[in-house]
């Protein structure tokens, strides 16, 4: 049995805060299309791709924001998103805004299947930035005050022939997201991000983003044996400008499609999931080489501490 999977990465372009949730529904609807004409299994879109990314503003009333979190999904809304996806017989991933019923609020990302239904919710457990107003930065990252990190965990789900994973921006620069899943026998990890140019906190990073998004996702896919499927909204969205770079990501660790825009991009792969057993059956045997009782400081402590 074919153990191929025919992944499209549609990548966006900016979603300025005038769009409405139709306007973008088009986009996405425009992309799955084309995804599907390209005879696509999956196509994988950013995160936070329903709306502009909001945590660049800081609203002292949160609940001023609301309109940007979904509450359900599919909603009336996004319904006719699903329902593409089960006329074209594809299956998507969608990074969204979730406000739960009793009040919370995670950065979550959905695995839907080729019959529109939801196979599982991630929910981001990196969230990077801060929680209050910094009024001397060019603009707010202020994802600690708009979501709660997960307390879910990372998980890996048999899906679309294989063990596929999820992971949500800043979740891309830590080794352990990739460990985690690793150990779950992860095939396919799928990532939707936003990543402005600039980093306030350190602008000598700058220059170095798009090195640094392939540095994280390509040794995340060879130290695991793994795909891993990048998705950027990228370009100029109100005046911040963003990383394209999507990216799909062998188990290699080499790159086999990349965008080339800012902009709303289409890149697709038909990726072989036994190419992972090329490195989990060898150098990355983890049953054989790994040393467990070496790393207990990686769940025993969360800082450094000086022995
Ligand atoms: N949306 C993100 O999580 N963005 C972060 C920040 C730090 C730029 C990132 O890691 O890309």
């Given at each position: 049995?074919?153990?191929?999977?025919?992944?499209?990465?549609?990548?966006?372009?900016?979603?300025?805060?005038?769009?409405?949730?139709?306007?973008?529904l088009k986009r996405l609807m425009a992309?799955?299309?084309?995804?599907?004409?390209?005879?696509?299994?999956?196509?994988?879109?950013?995160?936070?791709?329903?709306?502009?990314?909001?945590?660049?503003?800081?609203?002292?009333?949160?609940?001023?924001?609301?309109?940007?979190?979904?509450?359900?999904?599919?909603?009336?809304?996004?319904?006719?998103?699903?329902?593409?996806?089960?006329?074209?017989?594809?299956?998507?991933?969608?990074?969204?805004?979730?406000?739960?019923?009793?009040?919370?609020?995670?950065?979550?990302?959905?695995?839907?299947?080729?019959?529109?239904?939801?196979?599982?919710?991630?929910?981001?457990?990196?969230?990077?930035?801060?929680?209050?107003?910094?009024?001397?930065?060019?603009?707010?990252?202020?994802?600690?005050?708009?979501?709660?990190?997960?307390?879910?965990?990372?998980?890996?789900?048999?899906?679309?022939?294989?063990?596929?994973?999820?992971?949500?921006?800043?979740?891309?620069?830590?080794?352990?997201?990739?460990?985690?899943?690793?150990?779950?026998?992860?095939?396919?990890?799928?990532?939707?991000?936003?990543?402005?140019?600039?980093?306030?906190?350190?602008?000598?990073?700058?220059?170095?983003?798009?090195?640094?998004?392939s540095l994280v996702m390509q040794s995340?896919?060879?130290?695991?044996?793994?795909?891993?499927?990048?998705?950027?909204?990228?370009?100029?969205?109100?005046?911040?400008?963003?990383?394209?770079?999507?990216?799909?990501?062998?188990?290699?660790?080499?790159?086999?499609?990349?965008?080339?825009?800012?902009?709303?991009?289409?890149?697709?792969?038909?990726?072989?999931?036994?190419?992972?057993?090329?490195?989990?059956?060898?150098?990355f045997d983890f049953n054989r080489y790994?040393?467990?009782?070496?790393?207990?400081?990686?769940?025993?402590?969360?800082?450094?501490?000086?022995?």
């Open positions: 049995m074919s153990r191929v999977i025919v992944v499209g990465a549609a990548q966006l372009g900016p979603i300025q805060r005038a769009h409405t949730r139709q306007d973008v992309l799955m299309a084309e995804a599907a004409s390209r005879s696509c299994d999956v196509v994988v879109f950013p995160e936070l791709a329903l709306t502009t990314f909001f945590p660049r503003w800081f609203e002292p009333d949160i609940t001023t924001t609301n309109h940007f979190y979904e509450t359900q999904m599919p909603s009336s809304v996004t319904q006719p998103l699903f329902d593409e996806a089960r006329r074209l017989n594809i299956a998507f991933c969608l990074g969204y805004a979730e406000l739960t019923h009793d009040g919370h609020r995670y950065n979550t990302q959905v695995l839907v299947g080729k019959d529109a239904k939801i196979i599982a919710h991630y929910r981001k457990i990196h969230v990077p930035g801060h929680e209050h107003h910094e009024p001397d930065r060019p603009f707010q990252h202020a994802e600690r005050y708009y979501f709660e990190p997960s307390q879910d965990g990372f998980g890996v789900w048999n899906a679309l022939g294989g063990r596929i994973g999820m992971m949500i921006c800043n979740d891309r620069r830590w080794p352990e997201t990739y460990r985690v899943m690793g150990l779950k026998g992860v095939e396919m990890i799928l990532c939707g991000y936003n990543t402005p140019l600039h980093y306030a906190p350190d602008p000598t990073q700058d220059r170095l983003q798009s090195f640094h998004n995340g896919a060879y130290q695991n044996g793994t795909w891993v499927v990048g998705v950027a909204k990228g370009g100029c969205e109100e005046g911040v400008d963003s990383l394209g770079d999507s990216a799909i990501i062998a188990p290699s660790g080499e790159i086999m499609a990349q965008a080339t825009t800012t902009d709303d991009e289409l890149l697709t792969y038909a990726c072989d999931l036994d190419w992972c057993n090329n490195y989990k059956n060898t150098l790994r040393r467990p009782d070496m790393y207990s400081s990686i769940t025993a402590q969360r800082g450094v501490v000086l022995d």
